[in-house]
């Protein structure tokens, strides 16, 4: 690791202390960690390589990702292994057949048109995952299809932040990929959204609804970062600060006087030692993997990882 990084590694580890909370609303306590990407040993930072790098990206197929939306979908509710007693099957078995078969004639149309197809599986809970599919098209354009995802907390001031330039504005595609991005919506829209609960009874009767996006760009990173953002897995923004303020509700009077002072120093250090400090909230259904990060002059990644678990108390 440069000797540089490593410095800024050293003063985070120090200014993070192990007794420092952070918690989002309605989250169980959660805490900073450090975090250093060294591009040399590593590559370049993106979301597609932090996702391999952490083990919360893996390779599949795109039969497997085809039967798990459909069993999402005839199931109704995301864990698999909460079955409640008094349930009824959100769609009939002629709907789910129907849609099957549309299903099928989507992948068909992908194999067909794209290619270095990659299908890639998301997952950080082991009751909880969810599926993605790239490919390139003739034109060097990326696509990128993605259901979506439940997302059972918001950010309520915590982190300070600002909208980053829309990726979808800076879009030159090629004639063949417009042609096939109408394609696509055409058999997308043939699959309506279907009602899936989070958390099933106990009062709670949380649901989202499931149906699949498209994310397209003439690089593969970008095609995926549009997709998760219109899937609801993924915010991008520009860094600022810790919101002691927004962060003060879970405190009492004595760690009000102590944790101020010291998100202050944090705050201080990111935006004097970083450069272009951005946020990555990545969502998993009920976890939060949330990424403070700029870069070195060493042009190396630096900041901080938070992973913070919704609080599910109905």
């Not at 109704?76 to 789910?96: K, M, Q, S």
């Not at 599986?121 to 098209?137: E, H």
Request: hydrophobic share 40%.
């Amino acid at each position: 690791m440069n000797l540089e990084t490593e410095k800024i590694l050293g003063t985070l580890e120090v200014l993070i202390e192990k007794s420092l909370e952070f918690r989002l609303h309605y989250n169980h306590y959660s805490s900073l960690i450090p975090f250093v990407w060294d591009v040399k040993e590593k590559g370049d930072f993106s979301l597609l390589n932090l996702g391999r790098d952490r083990k919360w990206i893996t390779l599949t197929d795109i039969d497997v990702a085809v039967k798990s939306w459909q069993a999402l979908e005839r199931r109704g509710y995301l864990n698999p292994d909460d079955f409640p007693d008094d349930y009824e099957d959100r769609i009939t078995p002629e709907l789910a057949d129907a849609r099957a078969k549309i299903y099928e004639t989507f992948a068909d149309a992908i194999q067909k048109n794209l290619q270095n197809i990659q299908v890639l599986k998301f997952s950080k809970i082991p009751v909880y995952s969810f599926y993605i599919v790239l490919g390139q098209t003739t034109d060097n354009d990326w696509f990128c299809f993605s259901q979506t995802v439940a997302r059972e907390t918001k950010l309520q001031g915590e982190i300070k932040c600002s909208n980053l330039p829309d990726l979808t504005m800076q879009l030159s595609l090629g004639s063949n990929t417009a042609k096939l991005q109408y394609n696509f919506q055409q058999i997308i829209n043939q699959l309506p959204p279907i009602n899936i609960y989070g958390y099933y009874g106990g009062g709670y009767d949380y649901q989202f609804k499931h149906y699949l996006v498209q994310g397209i760009a003439n690089s593969q990173e970008k095609a995926l970062l549009i997709a998760l953002q219109k899937a609801g897995m993924l915010d991008i923004a520009q860094f600022h600060e810790f919101d002691t303020e927004a962060l003060s509700w879970m405190w009492d009077e004595k760690e009000i006087g102590d944790f101020y002072p010291k998100y202050h120093k944090i705050n201080q250090f990111l935006n004097q030692n970083l450069t272009n400090l951005k946020m990555f909230r990545c969502s998993f259904w009920n976890l939060e993997c949330i990424y403070i990060f700029g870069q070195t002059k060493a042009e190396d990644i630096a900041g901080i990882y938070i992973e913070s678990e919704f609080d599910y108390n109905p």
